[in-house]
C-alpha cells in the first residue's frame, strides 16, 4: 500500500502491463568506427568521417473548406558523406570528380555502397546500403588552419536505395 502522509501525496504504483513486449535479449548498437564506404569503384572508407543514407520526405499539404491536411507525398533519398579531402590517384577528389564530369557529360549517376562495418561481411546484422547517385558540385577544398580539408557530400539517389543482406 502506498505510503502518504500530510505533507506528501501518496506514491503511484509502477503498473507494467502484461501484454508489453520484452525487450531484445542482446542489443548491439551501431558505433560509427568501422563503416564502409564505396563510391564508384573507390573505397573511401579511410577517408571517411561521416555517412548518412536518409529520406526527405515531401508531405503533400490540402487546404480545403474543411481545415488543412497533410498527405503522404515523395519522398527523396540522400546519400551524405562527410570525407577528409585527398588528391592522390584513386582517392577523394579523383573519385569525385570523375562522377561528377560523367554526370555533367552523360548524364551517368554513379554507384555507391556504404555499411556499418567494413571489418564484416554484409549479412543481416550487416547490411549494405546500395544505389545510384547524382553527383553535385562540391568543394574541392577547404578548412582552418591546422585542421584537415573535408568535402560534404549530399546526393540524391536515383531510385531508393536497396538494403542487400546476402
Not at 481545415?67 to 588528391?87: E, I, M, N, S
Request: charged fraction near 15%; aromatic fraction near 8%; charge should be negative.
Amino acid at each position: 500500500m502506498p505510503n502518504s502522509t500530510r505533507d506528501n501525496p501518496p506514491e503511484a504504483e509502477v503498473q507494467v502491463s502484461p501484454v508489453d513486449p520484452a525487450p531484445p535479449a542482446a542489443i548491439a548498437p551501431v558505433i560509427m568506427t568501422d563503416a564502409y564506404v564505396q563510391i564508384g569503384t573507390a573505397n573511401l572508407s579511410c577517408l571517411g568521417l561521416e555517412v548518412h543514407i536518409e529520406p526527405e520526405n515531401k508531405p503533400v499539404e490540402i487546404t480545403s473548406f474543411c481545415g488543412v491536411t497533410d498527405f503522404p507525398g515523395p519522398t527523396k533519398w540522400h546519400f551524405k558523406a562527410k570525407l577528409t579531402q585527398d588528391f592522390s590517384t584513386g582517392s577523394t577528389h579523383t573519385t569525385l570528380l570523375a562522377a561528377l564530369q560523367a554526370y555533367q557529360t552523360a548524364g551517368t549517376p554513379v554507384a555507391v555502397r556504404t555499411r556499418p562495418y567494413k571489418s564484416r561481411a554484409v549479412g543481416p546484422t550487416n547490411p549494405s546500403f546500395e544505389g545510384n547517385v547524382i553527383p553535385q558540385p562540391y568543394e574541392y577544398f577547404g578548412g582552418s588552419a591546422g585542421s584537415a580539408s573535408e568535402v560534404d557530400l549530399d546526393w540524391i539517389f536515383s531510385t531508393p536505395p536497396s538494403i542487400v543482406t546476402v
